[in-house]
């Protein structure tokens, strides 16, 4: 089996790539993101503005996509056949094109993806929602929440719970 690479509490902002993956582009192995920001990020005149994906699965937990693009798949696009993704507890909010891919090897449980539902149903994990998620100040880089963002206690119920002993955000 091939490897698997895991990055956490990581910032991936500012990347470009001439055709896919404009912060990550994965050829041989798989991916697991957990408290990743990964912003501004662009695939020109390709695919996967933030994460292109040509071989293993990718699971990103608690991550934060915004201001990303491409041409297909602003945060995530699937070159060729098999590789799958499952994003939870995730922000994916700002990206251009705005839509998240309804890809049958594609899942999501308890995100915030704007303009999406609802999801097909074989996709969704449950708890997704949409609406502003209201970062502090995302121009500057502060994807932190402010009150009232539909994201604050939102997450999944069955993870681990914030610092503040609720339910992640």
Known sequence: ??????????????????????????????????????SNNTAFGGDGGAISNESGDVLAMNCTFYGNGADVGAVYAIIGQGPEA????????????????????MTYGWCLLE????????NDLGGNI????????????????TYPSPVIDAGDPGSPYDPDNTVVD
Do not use: K, R
Request: glycine share 10%; with cysteine; proline share 7%.
């Open 115 to 122: 303009n999406t539902l609802p999801l097909v149903q074989a």
């Open 1 to 38: 089996p091939a490897a698997v690479t895991t990055l956490t509490n990581c910032v991936l902002d500012g990347n470009a790539a001439s055709e896919a993956g404009g912060a990550i582009g994965l050829l041989n192995g798989g991916l697991q993101l957990d408290h990743c920001v990964l």
């Open 86 to 105: 499952t994003f939870v507890n995730s922000i994916m909010w700002g990206n251009s094109p705005a839509t998240v891919p309804d890809d049958p090897l």
């Open 130 to 145: 949409n609406g502003d998620p209201m970062f502090y100040d995302a121009m500057l880089g502060d994807f932190s929440v």
